[in-house]
């Protein structure tokens, strides 16, 4: 089944820490984002990426970190820099004409 | 800056009756997505609608599209409990380019269909 994956489900994180979220797609689709949402609001977003080895920040960009090796996968580093990292991460991916945008099921971020 | 605004936020309406959410946003666009989310998940595409006058149904949901009043609309026919959700509308931002774009999301429509 073709489809997006994201793990862990759950992440418990102490203050300084750094941590990563997974993000794979075999979708076979260019585009890939990283949104974040906080309770009763919209999705923001944090980094998308067009094509490997190049990405773009989104409205929230700070205190987050993003690579692009292969076109399947898209990790998000929450760094020690953002202050208020508590929130659900969403990735997606979308073909390139129609931008529909498809969803993982989400990682839940909780800092200590 | 694009701002999408839902209204209302939060609807309880009783099975079988009719309702409608609205979606209206800043600037120019011409592509306007509808998803919904069930509480705790992520979520799952409901719409793309790619130009004024698009409609689009799928079962008791019908979404429509009018750019020139920057405007869509969800209409919900003859509620049924199963449609109990959040449904957020989300505009990407007309830049006359293909491929990887932002979309902008409204604050989502919490939706509460009672028995």
């Known amino acids: 089944d073709g489809g997006i994956t994201q793990s862990p489900k759950y992440l418990f994180r102490k203050e300084g820490q750094n941590v990563t979220l997974s993000c794979e797609q075999n979708?076979?689709?260019?585009?890939m984002y990283w949104y974040r949402q906080d309770p009763g609001q919209g999705l923001r977003l944090i980094y998308y990426s067009q094509i490997v080895n190049d990405f773009q920040k989104g409205d929230i960009a700070e205190g987050y970190s993003v690579s692009r090796e292969k076109k399947e996968s898209f990790p998000l580093t929450v760094t020690s820099a953002q202050k208020n990292p508590t929130a659900f991460y969403l990735c997606?991916?979308?073909?390139?004409?129609?931008?529909?945008?498809?969803f993982g099921p989400g990682t839940r971020l909780t800092v200590l | 800056e694009l701002k999408v605004e839902q209204n209302p936020l939060f609807l309880s309406m009783q099975e079988g009756k009719n309702y409608t959410i609205y979606c209206n946003y800043s600037?120019?666009?011409?592509?306007l997505y509808w998803y919904r989310q069930d509480p705790g998940k992520s979520l799952e595409s409901l719409f793309v609608l790619l130009s004024n006058g698009a409609v689009k149904q799928e079962g008791r949901l019908m979404a429509s599209l009018d750019t020139k009043a920057r405007l869509s609309t969800l209409h919900i026919t003859a509620a049924v409990h199963d449609l109990s959700a959040t449904y957020f509308c989300a505009v990407t931002p007309l830049s006359g380019i293909q491929g990887a774009q932002k979309l902008v999301f409204g604050q989502g429509t919490r939706l509460t269909i009672n028995p």
């Open positions: 979708l076979n689709h260019d585009a």
């Open positions: 997606a991916s979308s073909n390139s004409y129609y931008n529909e945008q498809f």
């Open positions: 600037t120019t666009s011409d592509r």
